[in-house]
Structure formats: C-alpha cells, structure tokens
C-alpha cells in the first residue's frame, strides 16, 4: 500500500510540474538582453546580463517592439551609470533599476503610462531622473518623482542634500520603498491629502526623527517605517485600520501615541510596541 501510494504521489508531482511548465513563459535570448512575449507579440524584458555603463535599451529585440520592463530586469548593474529607455515602454515594473549603486542619470520617455513600486531603490548615486515637463503620468518635482495618474510619490533619491522635505499637497500616497535608506532627511512633512503608505515606504532612514500621519491616513504598509532607529515618537491617527507586519520593525527609540480604542491601540499591544495615549486623561486612568 505505501509503494502504490507512493506512486500515486509521483504522478501527481509530475503532473504539477507538467503543468507549471506549459503556464511558465518561454524566455528568449538576444544579446545581453532576456526576454519574453506578451500576448499582444510585443517583448518584455525580464534580464540584463551585459556590463555596459552607458545602455540604451533596445526598442526591438529579435523583431518584436520593447514595451515592458520586467520586475528587477535591469537591476545589480554594478558598471551601469546612465540609462535612455526607448519610447517604445509603457511599463516600468517593481525595482527594474534597483540596486544600480552606480547609476546617476535615467530618461523616462512620454510613452511610459504605468510605473511600479520605486524602480531606483538603493540606487545610491542617481541624481538625475529624466522626465519631460508635458509627460502625461509622471512629474518632476524639486529632483522627486511623481506618479500624476495615482497621485503616487514614487522615487525620493537619496543623493538629494536636504535634511527637511515636505511632500506636495495634493499626494495621495508614498510609495513603496520610496523613502529607502535617505539618510539625509531628518524631518518629513506629509499633506493632509496623503491616504496611504505603502510597504518599506521610509525603511531604514537612519536618521529620520520627525514624521508627522495626517488624519485621512488610513493603511501603513509592512515594513513601512522599519529600521528608522531616530524616530523617536509618531502619532498614529484613528483613520488608520490596516498596519502591515513588522511595520516599525527595529525602531528602537520609537514611542507610538494612539487613540484609545483603535485600530492602532490594539496593533501596539499585540506587538508589543511601546505606546501612549493621544489623551492625557486616558492615558492615566489606563
């Protein structure tokens, strides 16, 4: 019985696997370039293997028009300093740069309509994102990058030298990793117009010490103020009903202040995150 049952269990392994090979896309080789097809024949590209330091990404890959970057596609270029993407790309996705610790200048074309969680995390050399003043989804601001359709801050650069930032009236979210490793920022400011933090939004902004969470903000992703070892106090509003896991992981000088009863009173005590009441009078009788 246990041989045939056995058995059993290889087949049904062998047909799992069988199956997972037939949805698996086909990828394809041109160059230093790998890549898939979409279902409308036009190429995704999925990796970079070359050591170029100044790559124009192709517009064509064995015939078939480049309109996708992939997740982490051309990320841990260690040579890579500049970048023009073609304006046959509509799609950047998740962290497609990330890790390029010597990138400094990247052009993003008019036609890129859609861009994923910040494609220049730990890009600690990037001081130059490239996006024209008519381009209809993205935006420019003082060096930051902006997502207009979303009304996303997408990529905060870490070369920028200022201590203080206060992000644009009107943003509606951080998004994620956004913030990243920007030890220079000490304070940061945030709009009463700002709804949601994504994941590893601020993560590891060693020196950051002062954030203030607008009352419409309700979601604070996982891993969203992680590693921030100078924050020392933060005032989570009642709006807030979703906080991700190991949200203030490793802040260790952290106090949270939280309304009584809510949704963040009831995260800190199951964490066991230091906190304290917005109000005095509650805060004593507790």
Request: glycine share 4%; aromatic share 8%.
């Amino acid at each position: 019985m246990k041989k045939l049952l056995l058995a059993l269990l290889a087949v049904v392994l062998l047909l799992a696997a069988c199956a997972l090979a037939e949805d698996a896309p086909i990828v394809y080789t041109s160059g230093d370039f790998q890549y898939i097809l979409l279902e409308d024949g036009t190429a995704e590209i999925t990796g970079y293997s070359g050591k170029a330091a100044e790559l124009t990404i192709p517009a064509e890959l064995d015939g078939h028009t480049v309109t996708s970057l992939a997740d982490s596609s051309i990320a841990f270029c260690r040579k890579l300093i500049t970048v023009t993407i073609p304006d046959t790309v509509v799609s950047i996705a998740d962290h497609a740069f990330a890790s390029c610790r010597k990138l400094t200048t990247v052009s993003i074309p008019d036609s890129v309509l859609f861009v994923g969680a910040n494609p220049f995390a730990s890009c600690d050399m990037l001081t130059d994102i490239i996006v024209s003043p008519d381009h209809p989804t993205l935006a420019i601001i003082d060096g930051v990058l902006f997502s207009k359709t979303d009304k996303t801050l997408i990529c905060y650069p870490t070369t920028l030298p200022d201590s203080t930032y206060a992000v644009p009236q009107g943003i509606c979210s951080i998004g994620s990793y956004a913030f990243q490793n920007c030890d220079s920022l000490i304070s940061i400011t945030l709009p009463d117009t700002i709804v949601f933090i994504d994941d590893d939004a601020f993560s590891a902004c060693n020196n950051l010490a002062t954030v203030n969470l607008p009352d419409g903000v309700t979601s604070i992703g996982e891993s969203a103020f992680s590693f921030c070892t100078s924050l020392t106090s933060l005032n989570i509003p009642e709006n807030v009903t979703a906080i991700g896991a190991d949200a203030f992981l490793a802040c260790s000088a952290l106090t949270i202040t939280v309304p009584r009863d809510s949704y963040a009173a009831q995260y800190c005590k199951e964490n066991n995150l230091p906190y304290t009441y917005i109000d005095f009078l509650d805060w004593l009788l507790n």
